[in-house]
């Protein structure tokens, strides 16, 4: 049976108000399995979610990130008008602000396939596939995750972040998309801890303005497809 996924267009949202309600979703998408596990004449279906949004200036620092990536002090980060986190994700620092897509996808993979691998692999197909619709030759880089523009070569730039949680095969985080991106944002910080590579958007790739609306059409119609989901 084709797995359904319930779409959410969350719009510009605080990342802490974000990161609550993927905290709920999860949660309760755990207590289900667990329940289920405990009294397996009572089995009740767990449901999968795809939240798109975007959201006000924030840095976030994934488990395994250092803080000393942040270039900025509190003044500093007041300055720029951001917030910063420590997450629960994968993955070390990186950057969210209006123009950036940023997709959370709390699925349970046992509707799937159980190999966080095979997940990491095709969240970053369904981007390079979306960027293929622009003309934009993207790819992936071994030993790293993200989605890059002239990935092997000296001029590399990363147009897509990613970090991700999984528990009992569960997921939440995600992928984050620069369409029309402010830039500049990405010299406070080594993003994703990475200091000798540039990050990239699809207008400054393109060096024109982007449609913003037609990009999460596209992305949420690849990811149904190399998931191989119904969007509802």
């Known amino acids: 049976m084709t797995p359904k996924v319930i779409y959410e267009d969350l719009g510009l949202i605080d990342f802490k108000e974000a990161w609550n309600y993927q905290t709920l979703l999860f949660d309760a998408t755990i207590a289900i399995k667990m329940a289920n596990r405990r009294d397996e004449n009572n089995k009740r279906t767990t449901s999968n979610y795809l939240l798109f949004c975007e959201h006000p200036h924030v840095f976030t620092l994934g488990k395994s ?83 890059w523009v002239d990935g092997t070569k000296p001029t590399a730039r990363k147009i897509c972040a990613m970090g991700v949680k999984c ?17 500049s944002y990405f010299k406070n910080i080594v993003p994703c801890g990475i200091n000798n590579k540039a990050v ?33």
């Open 65 to 147: 990130g250092k803080e000393t990536h942040l270039l900025l002090n509190e003044n500093s980060l007041k300055a720029r008008g951001a917030t910063y986190y420590k997450i629960n994700r994968g993955g070390d620092i990186t950057y969210h602000g209006p123009g950036q897509l940023v997709a959370y996808p709390i699925l349970d993979l046992d509707h799937f396939f159980t190999d966080i691998h095979k997940y990491l692999r095709l969240l970053e197909e369904a981007v390079i596939v979306t960027l293929a619709e622009y003309d934009i030759t993207a790819e992936r880089v071994e030993g790293l995750t993200g989605v």
């Open 167 to 183: 528990s009992r095969w569960v997921t939440m985080h995600g992928i984050a998309l620069n369409v029309k991106t402010d830039l």
């Open 200 to 232: 990239t958007s699809i207008q400054h790739e393109l060096g024109k303005e982007i449609d913003m609306n037609e990009v999460k059409q596209k992305l949420k119609i690849n990811l149904s497809k190399v998931f191989n989901y119904e969007i509802v």
